[in-house]
């Protein structure tokens, strides 16, 4: 796996911002005009969402969703006022898109975004546990009101379960001897923040694999842990599909990925998408009846330039992948 994880620094709670990542190619891409309406699935700091909103001025509408409801209330102390009734915020996991976005008079958009992952400020956020260096509870969880916390994980999953969730998720080469350390360790002491399973981690695996560049050694056990805690993946895909649907023809789909199991789902997404008939290829002729439903506006992907990775970091993983609805 390409190692595009985000989640390898802590900064100072007060000082965190989130800078919006490719944003101009985000705008180009989804033409945000006046009277257009979008979704943004991924609220996160509400970026992207301003840069929209601006450009469909003065009467471009905007639904933002965010699993984490601290998310939706930064976002609504900035830019609630601003934008009055054009920006609607709702706390929902985008997999439920499809419900979401029609109950909150968004049946029809011209333009759909994820910005996938994790913000700023979550991985500041002590009491998260996304980020290394925090003290607080491994918790992980987007919306901290569903699910199960990273912690119950590592205190319930048995070895071999471990070890497939770190090899899935993460494409950990070391999988079996971090899981193998994780059971041992918690016979004493349970695995309880942050810093304690990054420090368990570090203790048990090469710092640098080889072919690999350097990267802090629990990168890709906190992106594994992350990823099955949110079920991140399977509502990539429920959020996708419910997407394509709510686009006008000509709509615009855009979406950045920070790491290869992502970009994987979102590139055989799109080209299904652009293909249409799933017919097998030794079938005479088609039999499905599927039509193309989408045109792919960036058929390889677009990377942040150079000059966004030196003042945004956090971009150097980013891949943007766009595509317009189609009449079908
Ligand atoms: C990279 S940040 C988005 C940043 C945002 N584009 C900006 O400019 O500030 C990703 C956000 O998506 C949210 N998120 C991740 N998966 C989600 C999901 N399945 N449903 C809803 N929100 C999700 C996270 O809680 C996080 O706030």
Do not use: W
């Not at 071999?160 to 041992?184: C, H, K, N, Q, S």
């Not at 560049?213 to 419910?242: K, Y």
């Not at 000509?250 to 055989?268: P, T």
């Amino acid at each position: 796996m390409t190692d595009r994880s985000r989640d390898d620094s802590v900064e100072d709670a007060a000082s965190v911002r989130h800078i919006p990542v490719m944003a101009d190619e985000v705008i180009e891409a989804m033409a945000p005009r006046a009277g257009t309406t979008h979704v943004d699935t991924t609220l996160g700091g509400g970026g992207h969402a301003e840069r929209i909103l601006e450009s469909s001025s003065p009467d471009g509408r905007l639904l933002g969703l965010d699993a984490d409801g601290a998310a939706i209330a930064r976002v609504r102390d900035r830019l609630g006022s601003r934008f009055g009734e054009r920006l609607t915020l709702r706390q929902a996991n985008f997999r439920e898109l499809a419900a979401v976005a029609p109950e909150a008079g968004f049946g029809e958009v011209d333009g759909c975004l994820f910005d996938l992952g994790l913000s700023s400020f979550q991985l500041a956020d002590e009491d998260r546990g996304f980020g290394f260096r925090t003290g607080g509870p491994l918790d992980m969880r987007f919306d901290t009101e569903r699910g199960i916390a990273a912690a119950e994980l590592l205190a319930t999953l048995d070895r071999d379960e471990l070890t497939a969730l770190f090899r899935r998720y993460g494409e950990e080469p070391f999988a079996g001897r971090i899981a193998r350390a994780i059971v041992e360790t918690r016979r004493t002491v349970p695995v309880r923040t942050a810093e304690e399973l990054a420090a368990l981690v570090a203790r048990v695996a090469p710092s640098r694999a080889p072919g690999r560049r350097r990267v802090h050694p629990a990168t890709r056990v906190f992106q594994a842990l992350r990823i099955a805690v949110n079920e991140e993946l399977e509502a990539l895909e429920a959020g996708l599909a419910a997407a394509v649907d709510l686009l006008r023809p000509g709509g615009r789909l855009a979406v950045l990925s920070y790491h290869s199991l992502e970009d994987r789902i979102v590139k055989r997404f799109l080209q299904a998408e652009r293909r249409g008939c799933t017919c097998p290829p030794e079938a005479p002729v088609c039999v499905c009846g599927r039509q193309p439903r989408l045109r792919l506006l960036t058929p390889k992907g677009l990377v942040p330039s150079a000059a966004e990775v030196a003042a945004n970091p956090r971009a150097r993983s980013a891949r943007l992948r766009a595509a317009e609805r189609l009449a079908a």
